[in-house]
């Protein structure tokens, strides 16, 4: 008798392509190890298919849905299944009773192929013709409205995006998601995602790269709060446009963004009514427990493994300051990392945006930072900031 779900019949029959996809990785499909496991994909299939002619597979802020219900709930390496879907800006994909063996072999060499050789050599619509894909079809839906709206209402009710430019939305609405999964890991003592957190910086800093002047004049004109990772998010695009006007390399601006969205992870071990005061409104007894942030957020880091180094370095150095008079205390003989002297800097401008009783033209905060120039911040990265936000 029957007894699984269709929810646990569409799972089992995702895993199983997710299995031969990652064997398809090692081996041709001439080899007896890819043959075997297309055996399970066949198994599943037929178990999905009993009572249906069609399986509707939609990518939903990351994640499967299938019959309106989300999938893979409590499996978190399924997410880098998603993530191939979503490297083709593939939202829904169906499946249907006639496809056979050779079909699906031929769908897990379309999603073996890298997405800019697709876009350079031939393009979506001809490459799915080139793998003669006919029972399995491939869908890009998110260019029209009507499923932008489904994928706005699919978000959590405190997660709202809607005042920010449609430039930044989606960038900015994919690093929240997966931060805010990455973080509840964390603050629930476990170890989180921070590897799968990484590629999603990786995937999104072009776009991030090219908006990010729409996000600034966003944040000075709206100082909104868009979820409880604000501080976090509105850092690291911040630190993305600084490191633009710098002209830096893209992998450091990808490690800056990821180092910057990382710096307070450190505060989750933190009690939580201090977790979010201001610093200037934390009592006697209270500010040496918030000055240990740095440390425990860069040995949560160094647990995690699989971050760049720079990220954990500018965790425990972004209060340092430039005259090393914050904390943690360095060595003598060691200068503050650049990119802890930039996230610092960054984040200090952010909390006086965002905490700011009124809204301030940018050249106001600016110059109530001025005195600090050459002190707690570097002269020319200062500078560079202020021309930044004032431009």
Known sequence: MDTDSPIEK??????SLYSLYRIR????????????????????KEQLFKNRDTAVFFIV???????????????????????????????????????DEEEISSFIGFLSTKPELIKEEEGFEAAIRKHHLQNIILERLSRSKDISEVVSDYTA???TYGVLPPSIRTPYSNIYKHAKAAFSELAGGREGDLHHLSRQIEKSITDLCESVGDFIDTFHQNRTTFGDLD??????LLTVALARMMELDQTVIKDLALAALLHDVGKLSLPPEIQRKPPNQL???????????????????????????LAVIACYEHHVGYDRSGFPTLPEDRTPHFAALIIGLVEQYEKLVRLSPKERKAIEYITEMRPLRGGLFE?????????????
């Open 25 to 44: 990785a090692l081996y041709p499909t001439t080899h007896p190890r890819y043959t075997e496991a297309l055996i399970p994909v066949v198994e599943a």
């Open 10 to 15: 569409a799972e089992g029959f995702l895993s």
């Open 157 to 159: 009710e405190d997660e």
């Open 379 to 391: 002269p020319r990265l200062f500078d560079l900031f202020a021309s930044l936000m004032v431009a």
């Open 283 to 309: 009592s006697p007894e209270e500010m040496p427990l918030y000055k240990e942030h740095p440390l425990r957020g860069a040995e949560h880091l160094l647990i995690a493994g699989n971050i760049p180094q």
């Open 231 to 236: 501080h976090e998010i509105n850092v690291c």
């Open 61 to 99: 802020e990351h994640e499967f849905i299938f019959e309106d219900q989300p999938l893979f709930r409590t499996m978190t390496m399924m997410r880098d299944f998603v993530a191939i879907f979503e490297e083709f800006h593939i939202d829904r994909f169906i499946f249907q009773r006639e496809n």
